[in-house]
Every structure is written in structure tokens, then in C-alpha cells.
């Protein structure tokens, strides 16, 4: 059964620094992967998808990468701003045609 | 335009009704699903859709039924609600293309809470 996780839990930065995010996963038989933003209180903003033939991809300042072989994802994030203050989730899709998502990186800029 | 909606944002109701929450998707995909966030933030499949029929059922209380009338809509009815049901429910949707999903949107989540 797919288990996603994703490291750090929560992570605390200045502004204008670049971060990184990491996202694991058990099993590497995946079609793509998602990351995602959740606001508090809100819903999930859809921010990358890589399909599993793909390395990277890359909007705006958030590049996210894969390689599925070690099952492991990064989102990196440039020069970060208060307003990408959110919490994270990194999502699978396999042959189970859903969705495992890891518990989430809670995100704060400070100004 | 909203591409995934849900309603009601926000349902408080006490133990033992019966209350639904109704999805619908713009985007022309075919494969709707339900997901729960619980105290945690943790967000679990529970049910998917395929062009109205159901693919993926994991371990759900029966008191939980969802109803797709088409594929734009997946609603969810919860019978005899428990303290336990008490969690945000988000409604998704993507396109099954050659056995793959696409890329999946969430609407913004209805968060139930029973007395």
C-alpha cells in the first residue's frame, strides 16, 4: 500500500530565502505526482503536477522535481514571500486511481 | 467560474440526523471522488466515481452514501451522524485518460461539525 511522507512538518523562515520541501514515497509504480497548497480554512490549490516520465517541473518561482526511481519529490521555493505562509501536501496517483497524500508541510515566511 | 463547488461550506448539526453535501465540477472530467481531512490535517480517499459509476470504496461506514446523478455531481449523504464524522469533506474531480488520472482539483471543502 503507497505511504507518502513528507519532511519537514513544519518550517519557519525569513523572507527573501529559498526553501526546499520533501516528499517520499514507498512505492516507486506511480503515474504522477501533485503538489498542493492549503490555506487555512480553504481548500487545495492544485500547484504542480509531474507525470512520472517527467524530472521537473517549473511555475514561477516553485520548481518541483522527482525522481521516481528513489521515490522522492522536492518543491523548492525562491525567494520566499509571507503570502506562500501555507501548509504543503505532496499527493501520488497510481494504478489505484486515487490520490495518497503525505500529512503535509506547514510553511511560515516571516516578514 | 468555480471549477469544483461544494455546499454547504459549513454544516453543524447534532448526532443522530441525517445531512448531505452536494458537489459539482465545470471542467468536464469524469472521475469525481470525496476525501476527508480529519483533526489532523490527514486527507483520506473515501469514495471515486467514474462516469457515475463507483471505482473506489475504501473501508467507510455504510451510514455513508454517496449518489453521482451524472458526472458533473457526486453528493454525499451521511445517515445517523456520530460525534466522529465531525472533519472537513472535500469533493475532487479529474480526467481518467489511457488508465491515468490528470491533474486533480478540490473544491474548498465542507466542514461538518456534529454535536
Known amino acids: 500500500k503507497q505511504e507518502v511522507t513528507q519532511i519537514p512538518a513544519a518550517l519557519s523562515v525569513p523572507e527573501g530565502e529559498n526553501l526546499v520541501l520533501n516528499c517520499s514515497f514507498t512505492d516507486s509504480a506511480i503515474y504522477n505526482l501533485q503538489w498542493f497548497r492549503q490555506d487555512p480554512g480553504k481548500g487545495l490549490t492544485s500547484l504542480l503536477l509531474i507525470q512520472s516520465s517527467q524530472r521537473e517541473q517549473t511555475s514561477g518561482r516553485l520548481n518541483a522535481s522527482l525522481d521516481k526511481s528513489s521515490g522522492r519529490s522536492t518543491l523548492y521555493i525562491a525567494a520566499s514571500q509571507p503570502g506562500d505562509s501555507a501548509t504543503y501536501l505532496c499527493a501520488v496517483s497510481g494504478s489505484a486511481r486515487q490520490l495518497t497524500f503525505g500529512s503535509g508541510t506547514q510553511l511560515t515566511v516571516l516578514p | 467560474d468555480t471549477a469544483v463547488s461544494q455546499t454547504p461550506k459549513y454544516l453543524v448539526t447534532q448526532m443522530g440526523n441525517d445531512k448531505s453535501i452536494k458537489c459539482e465540477q465545470n471542467?468536464?472530467?469524469?472521475?469525481m471522488y470525496w476525501y476527508k481531512q480529519d483533526s489532523k490535517k490527514f486527507l483520506k480517499i473515501m469514495f471515486s466515481?467514474?462516469?457515475?459509476?463507483?471505482?473506489i470504496n475504501e473501508t467507510v461506514p455504510n451510514r455513508f452514501s454517496p449518489k453521482s446523478p451524472d458526472k458533473a455531481h457526486l453528493n454525499l449523504h451521511i445517515n445517523s451522524l456520530e460525534l466522529g464524522d465531525s472533519a472537513v469533506y472535500f469533493c475532487a474531480s479529474s480526467q481518467l485518460t489511457g488508465g491515468r488520472n490528470t491533474e486533480a482539483f478540490f473544491g474548498q471543502g465542507t466542514r461538518l461539525t456534529v454535536v
Open positions: 466515481y467514474n462516469n457515475k459509476e463507483l471505482i
Open positions: 471542467l468536464g472530467h469524469d472521475t
